[in-house]
Structure formats: C-alpha cells, structure tokens
C-alpha cells in the first residue's frame, strides 16, 4: 500500500502561481509513475501531469508552459508546479502513484487539494 498526501492548494487570482506538494509512505520502492489529475466541478477527472521514475514528464495540452511536474525519488515526493493560473484550472487536484511489484501494477490516489483560481 502506499499512502499520498497533497498539500498547496489554495485561493489564487488569475495569472498568480500556486505549487502543490505530494509526499508518499508506505511501500515507496515499487513506485514507477506519479503524477498529478484535477477535476472540474460537475466533470470528469482529467490528467494534468505525470512524470516517470526516471523524470519522463507527459502533461495535458491544456497546461502545457504554465505547470512543471518534477519528482524527488530519494523523498518520494512529486511537486506540480503551477503558473500563469486561469480560473479553469480551479478544481481538486489528486496526486497519483503507480507501483509494480512482482509483476503488478497497482495505482493510488490522494485524498485531494482544492485549487481556486478567481477572475
């Protein structure tokens, strides 16, 4: 198992900058991806970012030049970045873990930071 806290989120005008914080414990070795995903009030849970052990990053066209994804492995922590805020970006923001361990491959959630962008 492996637990994910996120912290950071906020009230932010538009054009401010915001940075959200994922620490992870638990069985930390087997932990491949993480990454971060927000969701919208009344839509679907969508990614942001993501980025591999071995600091491949993937983000969404949608933040792509505003956010930056980076990750600590030694810490097992992963930090999004987040500038140039546009209130579309308000939602909850999950941080994501995935593990593969003997040939599984297993993911985990955060319970959830708030991000509020105002006009």
């Known amino acids: 198992q492996v637990q994910l806290v996120e912290s950071g989120g906020g009230l932010v005008q538009a054009g401010g900058s915001l940075r959200l914080s994922c620490a992870a414990s638990?069985?930390?070795?087997?932990?491949?991806?993480m990454g971060w995903y927000r969701q919208a009030p009344g839509k679907q849970r969508e990614l942001a970012a993501t980025?591999?052990?071995?600091?491949?990053?993937n983000y969404a066209d949608s933040v792509k030049g505003r956010f930056t994804i980076s990750r600590d492995n030694a810490k097992n922590t992963a930090t999004l970045q987040m500038n140039s805020l546009k209130p579309e970006d308000t939602g909850d923001y999950y941080c994501?873990?995935?593990?593969?361990?003997?040939?599984?491959?297993?993911?985990?959630w955060g319970q959830g930071t708030q991000v509020t962008v105002s006009s």
């Open positions: 994501y873990a995935s593990t593969l361990l003997f040939g599984t491959t297993r993911g985990f």
């Open positions: 638990g069985s930390t070795l087997g932990i491949r991806t």
């Open positions: 980025i591999s052990r071995d600091g491949n990053t």
